[in-house]
């Protein structure tokens, strides 16, 4: 079965870094992968996706990248900010298998100390 | 524009009562909906999904049933709960499978 890891469950950094965080999985390479950022108590929202065929894709401080060479996804934060403060996930899609579903990491916290 | 909307927010269920969370979508037509539950120290899992009314998916085999009665509600529900089943249940929809999915605020249960 696909497994889905992101590099750690907690990150902390300084203000005004950038955020790298690791996405990898296991087996078939996924149609597209997605991040989404989840405040506590609250449901994730989406932030970019990126496809199989797509190297990189940015958007504002966010830039995502996809090797499936490596299996593996980076989310980068750029001049983080307390605020990003967050929990991020990875979501996978895979073609067959669970027939287009996302597929969740577990997510890893990041801390921005001002 | 599109919202999602989930109820209740919080809840607190003794083992063996019945259970019904519902969801209900505003400003699209036919989306494909989701329920998907988090446990502590876990990530998201895919309970049921949903690509039309009364056409239902199970991912995983569990004490839970899913209904979809109109084309823009979704109903988490179960006979008897178990202690297993606390958690943070999410609804969410999209317009196709595999794009970007929008989730609802989350229902949290505890099951005592």
């Known amino acids: 079965s696909q497994k889905i890891e992101q590099n750690s469950e907690a990150l902390n950094i300084q203000e005004g870094k950038t955020a790298t965080l690791t996405c990898n999985y296991t087996?078939?390479?996924?149609?597209?992968l997605q991040w989404y950022r989840q405040d506590p108590g609250r449901g994730p929202v989406f932030l970019l996706l990126i496809r199989e065929n797509e190297k990189e894709k940015r958007k504002e401080r966010l830039k995502v990248t996809f090797d499936t060479t490596l299996k593996q996804s980076l989310f980068h934060i750029t001049a983080s900010q307390p605020a990003d403060s967050a929990t991020y996930l990875c979501?996978?899609?895979?073609?067959?298998?669970?027939?287009?579903?996302?597929?969740f990491g577990k997510g890893t916290k990041l801390s921005v100390k001002p | 524009s599109q919202t999602i909307h989930q109820w209740p927010a919080t809840l607190v269920q003794p083992v063996g009562s019945p259970l019904s969370l519902e969801c209900t979508v505003e400003?699209?037509?036919?989306?494909?909906l989701y329920w998907y539950r988090q446990a502590a120290g876990r990530g998201l899992q895919l309970l049921f999904y949903s690509v039309g009314i009364g056409q239902i998916s199970s991912e995983v085999p569990q004490n839970l049933s899913a209904s979809r009665p109109q084309d823009r509600q979704f109903i988490l529900s179960s006979k008897k709960l178990l202690l297993s089943d606390s958690g943070f249940y999410l609804c969410?929809?999209?317009?196709?499978?595999?794009?970007?999915?929008?989730f609802g605020q989350g229902t949290r249960l505890t099951v005592v």
């Open positions: 969410a929809w999209s317009f196709h499978r595999g794009t970007e999915a929008f």
């Open positions: 400003g699209t037509s036919n989306p494909n």
């Open positions: 087996n078939y390479s996924p149609a597209y």
């Open positions: 979501a996978l899609v895979f073609y067959g298998g669970s027939q287009g579903n996302l597929i």
